[in-house]
């Protein structure tokens, strides 16, 4: 039997995550789309593809009879709104996935922490930025101890909505914190671009990890091992070029940033995420990424679930 869900926010993201819903996935059904603006693009095209659909936001959302068999809310606003959304819907009993920066629940990044938090009543997505480069980090230490992790996230200004306009800081906060907390980095730092290229060009992640003297072969073998598990759930994401390794020197500034690594190493991995274009453009891989983590999160979290219910 298929497991409910619905969606708040019909913007860019809430609209491609339907999409997701309807075409891939084979535990999830979509109940409702809830929105603010009646006349989105999003709202139409739920509407005739038979989804109910609300403007009234979460309030309009638990008002729908269809609300009554969801278990599972995707949060696709902004980190403001979403600690209102939790305070309705967490009383209600209904889980959280939070693909805004909020952090109000654990963060999760399916192929590192996947299966930690499948109980948890709200589960963070983190950022875009996050979900593309944490998993990288994760990947270098697994084979040695990262000291200093600092990735930056470009992506093209037209796949930047309201939504993330308005949570430039949330982003390098919460991507910051997650580097540390899910990537297992001592320190971290996030930086996000937006490309006002034209034609847009598609998200490029950089990843620079210091480390101590370590066997660079088991670096690689992981980080591409990693990339792998990713392109499972997010076909276009790849690697640039080959993983790069540089001897950090004495007189060195990033010697700074790691005091305690021994003959420190930069390692440097090069990334693009290309979209599904499942409903967004190609060029917008950032957000792709975003809802196809999210949607491989729920489809986790409800088959756990469903054996926990059946023991």
């Keep these: 039997m298929s497991t409910k869900v619905a969606i708040i926010g019909s913007g860019n993201i809430g609209t491609d995550l339907m999409i997701k819903v309807l075409r891939l996935s084979e535990s999830l059904e979509i109940a409702a789309l809830a929105g603010i603006d009646p006349d989105s693009d999003g709202l139409a095209r739920a509407r005739r593809l038979k989804v109910a659909t609300t403007h009234e936001g979460v309030e309009g959302l638990v008002k729908l009879d269809e609300f009554a068999d969801v278990e599972f809310v995707f949060d696709a606003t902004s980190a403001g709104a979403h ?34 938090h499948l109980d948890a009543p709200n589960v963070n997505m983190v950022t875009c930025g996050g979900q593309a480069t944490i998993p990288i980090v994760a990947a270098v230490g697994a084979v040695t101890p990262v000291h200093y992790g600092e990735i930056v996230a470009s992506i093209a200004s037209r796949s930047a ?5 308005a949570n430039i800081d949330e982003f390098t906060e919460t991507t910051s914190s997650a ?27 950089t990843v620079h990890c210091l480390v101590s003297d370590c066997d660079e072969t088991a670096v690689t073998a992981s980080v591409e091992e990693m990339v792998g598990r990713v392109q499972a759930y997010v076909p276009g994401y790849r690697l640039k070029q080959k993983v790069q390794f540089d001897r950090v020197t004495a007189d060195d500034p990033l010697r700074s940033l790691a ?31 975003m809802t196809s983590a999210a949607l491989r999160t729920a489809e986790r979290m409800a088959a756990h679930r469903g054996l926990e219910a059946a023991k």
Excluded: C, Q, W
């Excluded at 967490?90 to 990044?109: F, I, N, S, W």
């Excluded at 930069?266 to 990424?289: C, M, T």
């Design 83 to 116: 600690r209102h959304h939790e305070e309705v819907l967490r009383p209600l009993g209904r889980t959280l996935v939070d693909l805004t920066p909020a952090a109000v629940g654990p963060y999760v990044v399916p192929p590192v922490n996947g299966d930690a």
């Design 179 to 205: 580097i540390e907390k899910v990537g297992g980095a001592a320190r971290g730092k996030a930086i996000i671009v937006l490309n006002p290229a034209e034609p847009p060009l598609i998200m490029r992640d």
């Design 161 to 165: 909505g309201p939504g993330t306009r």
């Design 259 to 289: 005091p305690d690594a021994s003959d420190p190493l930069k390692v440097s991995v090069f990334l693009e995420v290309e979209g599904a274009a499942h409903y967004l453009p190609a060029y917008a891989g950032n957000l792709d990424i």
